[in-house]
């Protein structure tokens, strides 16, 4: 069965363009709640350690520094089918080829400065939140 829980962060090109509130907006629309956030950011370590699954491509270096370029919003939704439902909201990686409504669509300037991340499976739904944020950090729909 699909997990109930994933880990977003609202990128920094979208946050120094204000546009936290809009997408927080979109967000609460299309029915998830939010279980945990915070304004934070990012350092060079944990920045290249959350990200570590590229570290081999071309445009790793570039990523790590764009993400520590600013202040970002990490925090954690729920819904039911929380990781697929938020990835269709988010858009594609690269907005030019992101469906019209959605997240990287209406706020991402490009490929790299893509507005939003969102988990892309329950299990690494599970260590991003966990990275980010404490058991007592979260306000919980679903869980204990
Ligand atoms: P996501 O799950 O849709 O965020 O995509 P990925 O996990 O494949 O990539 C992680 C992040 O790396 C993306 O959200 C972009 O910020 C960045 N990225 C991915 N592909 C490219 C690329 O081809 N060029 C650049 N400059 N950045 C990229």
Do not use: W
């Not at 491509?57 to 938020?86: C, H, Q, R, W």
Request: net charge negative.
């Amino acid at each position: 069965m699909a997990g109930t829980k994933t880990f977003f962060i609202i990128k920094p090109g979208a946050v120094s363009h204000e546009y936290i509130g809009p997408i927080l907006a979109k967000i609460n629309a299309n029915g998830f709640h939010i279980a945990a956030l915070k304004l934070i950011q990012l350092d060079r370590y944990h920045a290249e350690h959350f990200y570590a699954v590229h570290h081999e491509k071309p445009f790793f270096e570039s990523l790590v520094t764009f993400m520590t370029s600013g202040p970002v919003v990490v925090g954690i939704l729920e819904k039911e089918n929380a990781v697929a439902d938020y990835r269709k909201l988010m858009g594609a990686t690269d907005p030019a080829k992101a469906e019209e409504g959605t997240i990287r669509k209406l706020f991402a300037e490009n490929i790299e400065r893509n507005a939003v991340h969102g988990s892309d499976s329950d299990e690494n739904a599970e260590i991003e939140c966990n990275f980010f944020f404490s058991k007592s950090e979260r306000y919980s729909k679903f869980e204990d």
